[in-house]
């Protein structure tokens, strides 16, 4: 399988077009036909709410995932790729990595891709930033056609907010 090469960066520019592609498509053409609308489950601090989301709302919380795109300068230069075959999962494992830890937020970015149809399941990103005294992690989640979480931690000295926006669309059906 073409994805199982090591650390070959021409497959990201065919990895992260899925990726693009099918949040950008997605955000644009499909997300007003889903019944019931899209809805949030937002976690502050482990307390609950949720609310149905319209599609100007969908589409903030589904922007937090482009300025990821690991096709495009500086970023696609400064990622390392790494894989292998998951036989619990049944995927092929992306991993990508920042070259050197001075390169901005990312941490990783981990793509599963179905072993058969190499059709992306999830998307995975973690970044870290500081911003003052307070440092900023972020988790975001893509679960191919059906849901998306974005988990926002800020700590402090004497501060800690954690924050989970979960997204979904058609989890039951698929």
């Known amino acids: 399988m073409q994805y199982i090469v090591g650390t070959n960066m021409s497959t990201v520019v065919k990895i992260a077009g899925k990726i693009d592609g099918l949040i950008r498509s997605f955000k644009l053409s499909k997300i007003n036909a889903v019944t019931p609308p899209p809805a949030k489950i937002r976690t502050i601090n482990k307390k609950k709410d949720s609310t149905n989301l319209t599609v100007t709302e969908f589409e903030k919380y589904a922007n937090t995932f482009l300025p990821f795109d690991i096709t495009k300068q500086p970023l696609k230069s400064q990622l390392k790729e790494s894989s292998f075959h998951d ?20 941490r990783d970015v981990t793509v599963l891709l179905d072993e058969k149809t190499d059709k992306v399941k ?29 988990t926002t931690i800020k700590r402090a000295k004497d501060y800690y907010k954690e ?9 039951a059906s698929n």
């Open 87 to 106: 036989n619990s999962t049944k995927c092929n494992t992306l991993i990508y990595n920042p070259v050197n830890a001075n390169i901005g937020d990312i």
């Open 122 to 150: 999830n998307i995975f990103i973690q970044t870290t930033r500081q911003i003052k005294d307070t440092t900023i992690n972020e988790n975001l989640q893509w679960k191919s056609r059906k849901s998306f979480r974005i």
């Open 163 to 171: 924050e989970t926006n979960y997204i979904s669309w058609n989890e």
